[in-house]
């Protein structure tokens, strides 16, 4: 599956990296490549919850 991700840059230090399609699925990192890894495993575990119910 493909995600459509928006990466902007933190009020305070950092990134912050949203899904689009899953806005549950937010986090934050220190670099861009941090906070994209970092949604990564949100999306993955919003997809997890939401099969189990």
């Given at each position: 599956?493909?995600f459509?991700?928006?990466?902007?840059?933190?009020?305070?230090?950092g990134y912050t990296?949203?899904c689009l399609e899953?806005?549950?699925?937010?986090?934050?990192?220190?670099?861009?490549?941090?906070?994209?890894?970092?949604?990564k495993e949100?999306?993955?575990?919003?997809?997890?919850?939401?099969?189990?119910?």
């Amino acid at each position: 599956m493909r995600f459509t991700i928006k990466l902007e840059e933190s009020d305070e230090e950092g990134y912050t990296a949203q899904c689009l399609e899953i806005p549950a699925a937010i986090s934050e990192g220190n670099t861009k490549e941090e906070a994209l890894e970092n949604v990564k495993e949100a999306i993955q575990l919003v997809l997890e919850v939401t099969r189990e119910h």
